[in-house]
């Protein structure tokens, strides 16, 4: 089972930060946190991923608790491209194996 | 710098037939894992590769094989096709090391009648 719990669906308008949440309260001190997304029809696509530092690339901002408990997954300016599902993925040691969740369902309104 | 490619992109089959699937991955990566996307069941694991050798498999019955070869391109297999094994079957390349991201192709479409 997935150790993420996510939102179903979220909305945002064009232009502003999307800010999706993600609770992993039971991840180990070792496990780092993933998101990756999924437009329609095509491969998941990875995003960011941290530790316990909060982390920023040319995709989006990730902020991890102090605890760890839980993430949030910034995209500062949203475009209609954003739309897509979010996988908040808590990486599980060893092999490259991913437990998937359902995701949360983020439409970027115009 | 090519992404994950896989073939071919749809795949229609008859109950009780057997099908190949092919992946290849980005140049420089040895591990390939392949996810099974249904409806009901999102993406599940099936199973990952790494230099040749299965290091990890998911809960798919036997009928689910894969391989690798030496040039790191994988295949993977389905033995007697059930209606239930409709679904996009993706395959994932990295580089293997502990924690490296993985790069997703867009996915086989496989139809079982």
């Known amino acids: 089972d997935a150790k993420t719990t996510q939102p179903p669906s979220m909305d945002c308008a064009e232009g502003r930060a999307a800010n999706l949440p993600c609770n992993h309260s039971?991840?180990?001190?070792?496990?780092?946190v993933y998101w990756y997304r999924q437009i329609h029809s095509q491969g998941p696509q990875y995003i960011i991923h941290?530790?316990?530092n909060n982390e920023t690339n040319e995709m989006a901002s990730l902020i991890i608790t102090e605890d760890r408990k839980s993430s949030t997954l910034i995209l500062p300016h949203a475009t209609l491209r954003d739309t897509a599902v979010y996988y908040c993925?808590?990486?599980?040691?060893?092999?490259?194996?991913?437990?998937f969740g359902q995701g949360t369902r983020l439409t970027i309104n115009p | 710098k090519a992404g994950v490619t896989q073939t071919p992109r749809y795949l229609i089959k008859t109950r009780g037939q057997q099908v190949t699937l092919s992946c290849s991955p980005i140049?420089?990566?040895?591990?390939v894992s392949w996810y099974q996307q249904t409806p009901g069941q999102g993406l599940q694991f099936l199973f990952e590769?790494?230099?040749?050798?299965?290091?990890n498999k998911g809960n798919f019955p036997g009928r689910f094989s894969g391989r690798q070869f030496s040039n790191s391109r994988s295949e993977m297999n389905v033995s007697t096709l059930e209606l239930g094994d409709s679904a996009l079957y993706l395959c994932?390349?990295?580089?293997?090391?502990?924690?490296?991201?993985?790069?997703f192709g867009n996915g086989t479409r496989l139809t079982v009648t």
């Open positions: 994932a390349s990295s580089l293997g090391r502990i924690n490296s991201p993985l790069h």
């Open positions: 039971t991840i180990s001190g070792n496990e780092y």
């Open positions: 941290g530790l316990k």
């Open positions: 993925i808590v990486q599980i040691q060893g092999a490259q194996k991913l437990v």
């Open positions: 140049s420089g990566h040895r591990s």
């Open positions: 590769y790494f230099s040749e050798t299965q290091r």
